[in-house]
C-alpha cells in the first residue's frame, strides 16, 4: 500500500504541474456563485421579502383613472370622489403625496438625498409603525409653526451624527427658505421608506393638498380587490406589493435566471474540465493500484 507522504507529493506535484487547471476552477465557480449571491440578495430584497407593514396585502394605492378625470363633467367628478372617500370598502386611509416646497433639483437637496413627502396622521396606524424616537405626526402638526419634520433613519444618522436628543430641536433643512424653521418631532425606524423610498417627511398641510383621494388605503374584512373594482370602476386601484415593486422587476428576474444559468454551466464546464484532467493521470492511478493503493486512498488522494 502506498504511504501517505507519496499521496500528497503525488497531489501536489500535480497542481504544480497543472496550476492554470486550479486558478481557472476556483474563480470560474467563486464569480458564477458571487453572481448568483449578490443578484438574488437584491431580487429578495425587492420582490420576495414581506414588506414592513400591518397586513401589507390589504393596503392598495388608490388614485382617480386618468378617463375618469378628463371624460367626466366636474359634477360628476365631485360625485365619484364623494363616494371613493365614503364607500365602507375601505376602512382605513391616508393621504400622501410630494412637497412642493423642496426643489428637488436643487444642489443642497441633492447632497443631502432628501426625498421628500408628505404624510397624514392616519398613515402610522394604517402601516402599523411608530417612529424610533419622538412621535408620529398629530392632526395640530399641519397648521401649527413652525413646521414639523419626521427624519428618516439615514438622515438622521449622517445628517444630524445620530444626537438622540434631536426630537423637539429646530434645524436648518437645504433646499427650502431661510425662513422656515422645522420642528423635528420624530425619528422614523430603519428600513421605512414608505413611500416611493421617501426619507424624510412633513404633515399634508391643507394649502398643499391636490390629490382629490386619499391615496393609500386598508381593504375591509371580507373586500377583495377586485371587489372594491368593481364597485368604483373610476379609481384606479394598485396593490402595495406591486405599487412599491421597481419597474424594472421583469428584467431583474430574466437577469436572476440568467445568472442561474450562468452557474450551472459553469459547474458543467468545471466537471469537464476535471474529468479531462482524471484522464491524463491514467498512468499514476495504474501505479497506484499497482503498488496496492486502495478505492478510499484514490479518492483522498484525488480530494487533496
Not at 412637497?99 to 394604517?126: C, I, K, Y
Not at 437645504?174 to 424653521?181: A, D, I
Not at 430574466?254 to 458543467?268: E, G, S
Amino acid at each position: 500500500m502506498a504511504p501517505l507522504g507519496l499521496d500528497v507529493r503525488l497531489a501536489c506535484r500535480s497542481v504544480v504541474k497543472q496550476p492554470t487547471v486550479a486558478v481557472t476552477v476556483v474563480l470560474t465557480i467563486g464569480l458564477a456563485v458571487a453572481a448568483n449571491t449578490a443578484l438574488f440578495s437584491v431580487f429578495d430584497g425587492l420582490l420576495f421579502r414581506p414588506l414592513p407593514y400591518k397586513d401589507p396585502e390589504r393596503i392598495v394605492h388608490m388614485q382617480l383613472s386618468p378617463s375618469a378625470v378628463t371624460g367626466l363633467m366636474k359634477s360628476e367628478l365631485a360625485s365619484v370622489i364623494e363616494r371613493v372617500k365614503a364607500t365602507a370598502s375601505i376602512v382605513e386611509r391616508t393621504s400622501s403625496g410630494p412637497f412642493p416646497m423642496f426643489d428637488p433639483s436643487s444642489g443642497q437637496v441633492t447632497e443631502w438625498q432628501l426625498r421628500v413627502h408628505t404624510l397624514s396622521p392616519t398613515a402610522f396606524d394604517l402601516l402599523g409603525v411608530r417612529p424610533l424616537l419622538g412621535r408620529p405626526f398629530l392632526d395640530q402638526d399641519s397648521r401649527d409653526a413652525p413646521f414639523a419634520v419626521l427624519l428618516g433613519y439615514d438622515v438622521w444618522r449622517t445628517r444630524f451624527s445620530g444626537d438622540p436628543l434631536i426630537v423637539d430641536r429646530l434645524v436648518d433643512i437645504p433646499g427650502s427658505s431661510p425662513l422656515n424653521q422645522w420642528r423635528v418631532v420624530g425619528v422614523m425606524p430603519p428600513g421605512f421608506s414608505f413611500p416611493e423610498g421617501a426619507n424624510f417627511w412633513v404633515p399634508v398641510y391643507p394649502f398643499f393638498e391636490a390629490a382629490p383621494v386619499p391615496a393609500y388605503g386598508r381593504l375591509a374584512p371580507g373586500v377583495t380587490l377586485d371587489a372594491l373594482r368593481a364597485e368604483l370602476p373610476d379609481l384606479e386601484t394598485t396593490p402595495l406589493r406591486e405599487r412599491v415593486r421597481p419597474a424594472g422587476a421583469f428584467a431583474l428576474g430574466v437577469l436572476l435566471v440568467a445568472t442561474a444559468l450562468l452557474l450551472l454551466v459553469a459547474w458543467v464546464q468545471i466537471a469537464a474540465l476535471l474529468f479531462v484532467r482524471a484522464t491524463g493521470r491514467v498512468v499514476e492511478i495504474g501505479v497506484r493500484l499497482a503498488l496496492g493503493a486502495s478505492r478510499l486512498r484514490l479518492v483522498r488522494q484525488f480530494a487533496i
